[in-house]
């Protein structure tokens, strides 16, 4: 089997031909990068690869282009690997590739945080990959990667609440300042953080998460946190 890790950094392993044939090429990677993540999986249109891909082309270059990244990532996976449907739809075969960031994702979802946070650990999805005139690839990667922090953030605040239901607090802790960290935005789960440190001694640390928040906030956006975690700051400074 195609192993394809996107998690920190691209890599291919278990391929016939030379990694780097696809790798290098941006256009290439990122045409097996929406093939195996997009959803639903399956088939998709080449209409909407070389709309994301080729804009800046006509409709003839573009899908001469499509056609000409395919025919890369044939040659360098396997045969069995790409599978079409007519001269309209190409897909990943199923089984045919494993991927770290589909793995998480399952892992997630069966909520097996700590496997999720292992995998994850190893960074966000293709953290810096960029193909400039491909605003639509762009914008459909920007979401993955959101997504995909969003759902490590909420496997920490899992294990968070999974370690202070068994009194385990120092564990708690740590996990509750990861889901914090991967969602720098959200201040529902500042607050639960927020809220856990203080119910378990750590005052300090509970008004210390705020502050690298508020000020994160300021520098970035230039705005403020919200009355309803300003409030929740005054009641936990204000406590015996």
């Known amino acids: ?48 690869l070389v709309g994301l891909l080729w804009p800046e082309l006509d409709q003839e270059h573009a899908r001469t282009a499509l056609r000409k990244a395919v025919h890369v990532l044939r040659r360098t996976l396997g045969e069995g690997v790409l599978t079409t449907r007519g001269d309209e739809d190409v897909a990943i075969t199923p089984g045919a590739i494993s991927c770290d960031a589909m793995e998480f994702g399952e892992a997630v979802e069966a909520r097996r945080y700590a496997g999720a946070l292992d995998l994850y650990r190893r960074g966000d999805l293709l953290p810096g990959f960029f193909i400039p005139q491909a605003g639509g690839f762009e914008d459909w990667l920007d979401r993955e990667r959101t997504a995909l922090r969003d759902a490590a953030s909420a496997a920490a605040w899992g294990l968070a609440a999974l370690h202070a239901g068994d009194a385990q607090l120092t564990a708690a802790g740590r996990y509750a300042r990861m889901a914090v960290e991967l969602a720098p935005a959200d201040e529902r789960i500042l607050r639960r953080v927020m809220q856990l440190l203080n119910a378990g001694g750590d005052r300090a640390g509970a008004l210390h998460v705020y502050a690298d928040f508020a000020y994160r906030l300021e520098r970035e956006h230039g705005a403020m946190p919200s009355g309803e975690t300003q409030r929740l700051v005054e009641v936990i400074r204000k406590a015996d």
């Open 1 to 48: 089997m195609v192993e394809l890790t996107l998690l920190g950094s691209a890599e291919l392993r278990g391929i016939e031909g030379d990694a780097d044939v696809i790798l290098t090429q941006s256009k290439v990677l990122a045409t097996l990068v929406f093939l195996v993540l997009a959803t639903p999986r399956g088939f998709h249109r080449r209409d909407r």
